[in-house]
């Protein structure tokens, strides 16, 4: 059997499946093994059906896989949600003591394990723990040293006490032994462990990690699925360093403290998802036009409206683009792999001071509730650099002034970018408005001015242009006929996807892009491709739009818009379908 | 506190574009004479203003200053002060801008009493957008937009703030000067959100709550028996209805400001210029 072990719990929401799914993860994690994990099973039926998938390797995983061996079912609607992906040799643990478990049947070509979650949880100390008696089961199943899930339960229950932790083991110990002993088989599974040492952590942890380690000293958010979990990692930690999160009464107060802060001087950012952004387009203009220093974080959901909140989409792109009235400056900058997360919340960061102006770093909900493993080298913190572009102290504040000694926050300068002054700096005192305004920052409805203003905020972003290097990542064969081009978290998929394509000798040139306002020009690597694919995950095809109209040239699509990732496989499937000769159509 | 900062330091040279006669004059001024009598200096204090005749305050003063979206100053004042503690932040507004648009996050900001202060000029008309009904206009007040009357309950700022738990609730009058500037000076001292409704007259657009009406209406609040420190006898007199009071109406001695709750002190736009020291350590919490 291959090393590469993919395994899942699913039952209802409120079943605590999250948090057990992210125990073996952990436990996975320390024993040296590399962890994928996604929380986005396509439900056929609407409710509250919910499940936690972990896929791990000795070598890195990216992805998730169209396959499922070990299922732990808490519910008979696991198993039938879960039919595709089970294949022959799964091993499904149920507890057919569960009265709703009862007439479960297992289909013959697969290995049900029968055992009583509830009443060894409850021999262990509480029915509470039945999911971890399951996890105990799943240990022997495909042969994984207990000691390492012990360590991920005592992190788990740590501040419950001591008394609890070893109830967890105790019970997981249950599960592991009743197994041993009423199935006495090998499974195939010889799960290997190594020496290596990871950390464990989604892309809204990543956004703030980097958020801290780039110096944001203040949040302000309104809880949405999927960016919350980056405010509940800011929360308490942010305060180690002097900075604070703040819950607001909705998303529009949000982004106007996280302004007031920013015009303060810190580092201030907020996050939310599409709803929220609608919300926050408000604000977006009177953010540019005073040159505020703000990152503004989309964690993409499935729109419109309230669309499917806990389902992928990568539909905002138009709206981060465009949205909000008038013309709008702003860069936007999109993380596609957890890690990738971290240093571009760190870049953003710079992004907005250099040019004091709006950044939106956009990330989707594959990104954000995924569980990745890394080394920890991955965030070497000594690489983070902090760059406040233009700040003048109150000795230097005279260079910027005007005839009547003056602090000018918008003065026109060759590249665009003006002096700045933070409340408190003595001699900088200025006002600024969303009117449009001359250099000081006061209302003007000249011609002259209103021009000279326009032109300077787009010299900020020419400015841009040329200063940065709006890079994409490469991957693949550099020479190959076939171009796919992506963005945001598809491109752990393709990557796997490209390995399978290489074995059936097609060979791919892939560009991840990473960057959607500026971007990088691709118009060579399209016109030397035979075939151009974009990929992502929206019926419209936002950004091969895009792509279509900055190289004048039509591309080939792969979208996908039911909510759930891209996985390896289908992208094999779709894109051998695109490539295959096309049959003549004569009459 | 005494301080070499006169009032006209937080004046600016522009002239202000209101109606002659309008009551945003005074209001203005009685700001600006608070902030200097408080002890506060231009470069030390944050404005914030919305939308609408108020919102243009932030042009015609001296100090830092934000004029922002409609609605929206609160929010935007709040963050400044959290950001950095060691401001003296002032958001000014109209009825439309704290009351009907930004009415939510008034009662918010309320809530959190953050130590600031907030001078809303209630003229009980929408002015810039020359005379519509504004959400404090009486029920029968007709104009462009309502013509039969708003046929709605005006809101009642002091009320609602009282609801929400205010610390500090002031009220004055445009022309007097003194009694304006007094309470705006105890509500820039008040340790917590402290919130002045101001009657700001609008001598264009609003014949029915005109200075005559005010000067003849208006009770000073102090000249009555009533403790501004006893909330209930203050929900009594700001729904009782009929009489405009004037001065301070409610102040808590007890009021601790959020940003105090929170253990906020240090001034945010201070960080290293690298990761900070210990930054591997939140990696580490990842094993």
């Known amino acids: 059997m291959p090393d590469d072990l993919n395994w899942a719990i699913g039952g209802e929401a409120g079943d605590g499946i999250n948090s057990t799914g992210k125990i073996f993860a952990q436990a996975l994690s320390r024993a040296g093994r590399h962890v994928y994990t996604s929380k986005d099973f396509a439900s056929r039926i609407r409710g509250g059906y919910t499940a936690y998938k972990v896929r791990t390797s000795v070598d890195r995983v990216e992805s998730v896989v169209d396959r499922l061996d070990v299922l732990i079912a808490l519910t008979e609607r696991t198993i039938n949600e879960n039919t595709d992906e089970l294949h022959d040799g799964s091993v499904i643990i149920y507890d057919g003591e569960r009265t709703s478990m009862q007439d479960v049947e297992v289909p013959g070509n697969m290995v049900g394990l029968d055992v009583p979650l509830k009443r060894l949880a409850e021999d262990a100390g509480g029915a509470i723990m039945r999911n971890v008696v399951a996890l105990g089961a799943a240990c022997e199943v495909v042969n994984f040293p207990i000691e390492n899930l012990d360590e991920a339960l005592s992190k788990r229950f740590d501040d419950k006490g001591t008394a609890i932790v070893e109830n967890n083991q105790q019970a997981a110990r249950l599960g592991q032994e009743y197994t041993a002993e009423n199935y006495d088989r090998e499974f195939g599974y010889d799960i290997e462990t190594t020496d290596e040492d990871y950390v464990l952590l989604n892309g809204d942890e990543a956004i703030g990690m980097g958020a801290l380690a780039a110096g944001c000293r203040f949040y302000s958010g309104y809880p949405i699925t999927p960016a919350t979990d980056v405010m509940e990692y800011l929360t308490g930690r942010i305060d180690r360093y002097g900075g604070k999160v703040v819950q607001a009464e909705d998303e529009l107060a949000a982004i106007n403290l996280a302004l007031g802060a920013a015009r303060a001087g810190a580092r201030a950012m907020t996050a939310t998802s599409g709803p929220g952004i609608d919300l926050m387009t408000e604000t977006f203009g009177l953010v540019a036009t005073t040159e505020t220093p703000l990152v503004i974080c989309d964690v993409m959901r499935a729109g419109p409206s309230t669309g499917m909140p806990t389902k992928q989409e990568q539909g905002d792109l138009d709206m981060l683009l465009y949205g909000g009235h008038g013309e709008i400056h702003r860069l936007i900058v999109g993380p596609t792999t957890v890690a990738e997360c971290f240093w571009k919340t760190v870049e953003a960061f710079n992004l907005a001071e250099r040019y004091q102006m709006p950044v939106f770093l956009v990330a989707d909900l594959a990104l954000a509730v995924t569980e990745q493993t890394f080394t920890p080298d991955t965030f070497d913190m000594d690489e983070v650099e902090v760059d406040r572009g233009k700040i003048v102290e109150s000795d230097d504040v005279n260079t910027w002034a005007d005839e009547k000694e003056r602090f000018q926050p918008h003065f026109p300068t060759a590249d665009g970018i003006s002096p700045r002054t933070f409340p408190g700096t003595d001699g900088g005192a200025h006002m600024t408005t969303g009117l449009e305004h001359d250099s000081l920052g006061r209302r003007t409805e000249d011609t002259e001015v209103r021009v000279e203003q326009v032109d300077k905020r787009q010299r900020k972003v020419n400015t841009a242009k040329k200063q940065e290097a709006w890079d994409w990542r490469e991957f693949g064969n550099p020479d190959a006929d076939t171009l796919v081009v992506s963005w945001g978290s598809n491109e752990g998929a393709i990557r796997e996807a490209m390995e399978f394509l290489a074995e059936d000798g097609i060979q791919i040139r892939f560009l991840s892009v990473p960057y959607l306002f500026p971007r990088p020009d691709l118009s060579e690597a399209v016109e030397a491709a035979e075939t151009t694919i974009v990929v992502e995950c929206n019926a419209r095809g936002q950004f091969a739009n895009l792509l279509e109209r900055d190289v004048f040239q039509r591309v080939e699509r792969i979208n996908k818009y039911n909510g759930v990732r891209f996985e390896a496989d289908e992208l094999v499937a779709e894109i051998t379908d695109l490539l295959r000769p096309q049959e003549a159509t004569t009459q | ?287």
Not at chain 2, 75 to 101: F, H, Q, R, T
Not at chain 2, 133 to 155: H, K, L
Not at chain 2, 159 to 174: D, K
Not at chain 2, 218 to 246: L, N, Q, S
Request: aromatic residues 10%.
């Open chain 2, 1 to 287: 506190m005494s301080s070499d900062v006169r009032f006209i330091d937080f004046k600016s040279d522009k002239q202000p574009t209101w109606c002659p006669g309008c009551g945003d004059f005074g209001t203005m001024n009685g700001m600006m004479k608070a902030l200097a009598q408080t002890g506060n200096h231009p470069d030390d204090t944050f404005i914030v203003a919305g939308i609408g005749c108020s919102g243009k305050i932030g042009t015609y003063m001296h100090s830092y200053a934000l004029h922002g979206v409609h609605g929206r100053a609160l929010p935007v004042g709040i963050g400044a002060k959290l950001a950095n503690p060691n401001l003296e932040v002032m958001v000014a507004g109209g009825d439309g801008d704290g009351y009907s648009i930004g009415a939510g996050h008034f009662v918010h900001a309320v809530r959190r009493n953050v130590d600031m202060s907030y001078v809303v000029m209630d003229n009980r008309i929408y002015g810039l957008t020359k005379g519509q009904a504004s959400p404090t206009s009486r029920e029968d007040f007709e104009t462009s937009t309502t013509p039969d009357g708003t046929n709605q309950t005006p809101v009642n700022p002091l009320a609602l703030a009282l609801s929400a738990g205010a610390t500090f609730i002031g009220q004055t009058f445009s022309s007097d000067a003194r009694g304006h500037t007094e309470v705006v000076k105890k509500a820039v001292e008040h340790d917590g959100f402290g919130f002045v409704n101001v009657y700001s007259p609008c001598v264009t657009f609003n014949d029915v709550d005109t200075y005559d009406y005010f000067r003849d209406s208006i009770v000073d609040i102090g000249e009555t028996d009533h403790d501004p420190t006893d909330r209930d006898a203050a929900i009594e007199r700001v729904t009782e209805g009929g009489t405009e009071y004037t001065g301070v109406i409610y102040q808590d001695p007890d009021s601790v400001p959020y940003e105090q709750r929170e253990g906020i002190e240090s001034n945010m736009a201070e960080i290293p210029d690298g990761a900070p020291e210990d930054a591997m350590d939140l990696v580490r919490e990842f094993y």
